[in-house]
């Protein structure tokens, strides 16, 4: 008996004093390229620099189910790489419960290069983005200070935050850096769009009337090369009653921001589906059909879209033919964005 419980109170120390794993050598800065002909990123590197070990430490908690209340529901879950990091093919996201959220989880692309975060802009800061789906009772349904026990109580991650950080101590506040490190580094910049932009490919014919209609006819709110002026605009889409979302008016109780929502980014707008805050349209021409002859509009519906944009058939063929170009086919794909554990060996894809 006497054993047994000096085995057991050797074991309390061993897990506390891992919380207290120091580190010497200090981590290997990771380099962040700016495209070309890009502006320079909003987000703020020095106060948290980028390391190989903090990215790595950001992608295992990006995947990881335990910071979720049932162990179901990481950010990947919402967030899927082959939809650029959206919530692909669901109208709304699904949470812990068996619930669905209110809104259709965006695409994580070109974060670095954006102020504020959600659809409303109700998150002022990368590293805090994190908090509100962990802790929202129909996504991850979490508390902070709950999955800090848990990550704690792992040997892995206290060694893997004292290598990112210098010590095995986990706080909010690095849990949120770490989560950024990955997430900045999503960044699409290699579509043929791209590839023209390079002088490294041509549009056809269609691609290019495509962009010469989108440029006349677009290119106002998503404007290049993110494809998206990060402005919140209501688009004269009608309230859904059921979700009651109000959008931007829900974090500044004005009614000039009644319905008004972040402008999406086009990048990577072929496997974004379906559209919209709350998912409503489902194809890319959907979206165009509403803006020729659906929008309602109302006293704050933007300027650019209260008379509808004129769009014919062949044009809106022709636009498509455009917004295809804007696939990354390398972002959806990279390997980099994904843990050693989910990547499956090519031998093992054959039946025998």
């Given at each position: 008996?006497?054993?047994?419980?000096?085995?057991?109170?050797?074991?309390?120390?061993?897990?506390?004093?891992?919380?207290?794993?120091?580190?010497?050598?200090?981590?290997?800065?990771?380099?962040?390229?700016?495209?070309?002909?890009?502006?320079?990123?909003?987000?703020?590197?020095?106060?948290?620099?980028?390391?190989?070990?903090?990215?790595?430490?950001?992608k295992k908690l990006?995947?990881?189910?335990?910071?979720?209340?049932?162990?179901?529901?990481?950010?990947?879950?919402?967030?899927?790489?082959?939809?650029?990091?959206?919530?692909?093919?669901?109208?709304?996201?699904?949470?812990?419960?068996?619930?669905?959220?209110?809104?259709?989880?965006p695409s994580l692309?070109?974060?670095?290069?954006?102020?504020?975060?959600?659809?409303?802009?109700?998150?002022?800061?990368?590293?805090?983005?994190?908090?509100?789906?962990?802790?929202?009772?129909?996504?991850?349904?979490?508390?902070?200070?709950?999955?800090?026990?848990?990550?704690?109580?792992?040997?892995?991650?206290?060694?893997?935050?004292?290598?990112?950080?210098?010590?095995?101590?986990?706080?909010?506040q690095k849990i949120?850096?770490?989560?950024?490190?990955?997430?900045?580094?999503?960044?699409?910049?290699?579509?043929?769009?791209?590839?023209?932009?390079?002088?490294?490919?041509?549009?056809?014919?269609?691609?290019?009337?495509?962009?010469?209609?989108?440029?006349?006819?677009?290119?106002?709110?998503?404007?290049?090369?993110?494809?998206?002026?990060?402005?919140?605009?209501?688009?004269?889409?009608?309230?859904?009653?059921?979700?009651?979302?109000?959008?931007?008016?829900?974090?500044?109780?004005?009614?000039?921001?009644?319905?008004?929502?972040?402008?999406?980014?086009?990048?990577?707008?072929?496997?974004?589906?379906?559209?919209?805050?709350?998912?409503?349209?489902?194809?890319?021409?959907?979206?165009?059909?509403?803006?020729?002859?659906?929008?309602?509009?109302?006293?704050?519906?933007?300027?650019?879209?209260?008379?509808?944009?004129?769009?014919?058939?062949?044009?809106?063929?022709?636009?498509?033919?455009?917004?295809?170009?804007?696939?990354?086919?390398?972002?959806?794909?990279?390997?980099?964005?994904?843990?050693?554990?989910?990547?499956?060996?090519?031998?093992?894809?054959?039946?025998?």
């Amino acid at each position: 008996m006497k054993a047994s419980r000096y085995f057991f109170v050797l074991l309390l120390f061993i897990v506390a004093g891992t919380a207290f794993i120091q580190v010497n050598q200090p981590p290997t800065p990771l380099t962040f390229m700016v495209p070309q002909g890009w502006p320079q990123p909003v987000y703020d590197f020095k106060s948290n620099p980028l390391t190989q070990e903090g990215f790595e430490l950001g992608k295992k908690l990006f995947y990881d189910g335990q910071l979720s209340r049932d162990g179901n529901f990481a950010c990947a879950s919402c967030h899927q790489q082959f939809g650029a990091f959206n919530n692909y093919d669901h109208n709304l996201s699904h949470g812990i419960d068996n619930q669905l959220t209110t809104r259709n989880a965006p695409s994580l692309q070109n974060l670095a290069w954006q102020s504020n975060f959600m659809w409303d802009g109700s998150i002022a800061h990368l590293d805090q983005q994190f908090i509100f789906p962990l802790t929202a009772k129909n996504e991850m349904g979490e508390t902070v200070d709950s999955v800090i026990k848990k990550l704690s109580a792992d040997t892995t991650y206290t060694r893997m935050f004292a290598q990112a950080f210098g010590n095995g101590n986990i706080t909010g506040q690095k849990i949120g850096k770490a989560l950024s490190q990955f997430m900045v580094m999503l960044v699409s910049s290699n579509s043929k769009y791209d590839k023209v932009k390079r002088g490294q490919a041509s549009f056809n014919q269609s691609e290019a009337l495509g962009y010469d209609i989108f440029k006349n006819k677009c290119s106002s709110c998503h404007t290049e090369p993110m494809f998206t002026d990060n402005s919140f605009r209501n688009t004269g889409m009608q309230l859904d009653y059921s979700l009651n979302d109000l959008g931007r008016m829900n974090v500044t109780k004005d009614t000039a921001d009644f319905m008004k929502f972040r402008v999406p980014s086009l990048r990577n707008v072929q496997v974004t589906f379906p559209y919209g805050h709350d998912g409503r349209f489902y194809r890319l021409y959907d979206v165009m059909e509403h803006y020729r002859n659906n929008l309602v509009a109302v006293p704050n519906t933007d300027p650019l879209v209260k008379d509808k944009i004129p769009l014919t058939p062949y044009e809106i063929g022709r636009l498509t033919a455009f917004l295809n170009t804007l696939t990354d086919s390398s972002f959806l794909t990279n390997r980099m964005f994904v843990p050693d554990s989910f990547i499956i060996s090519p031998s093992l894809m054959h039946t025998h």
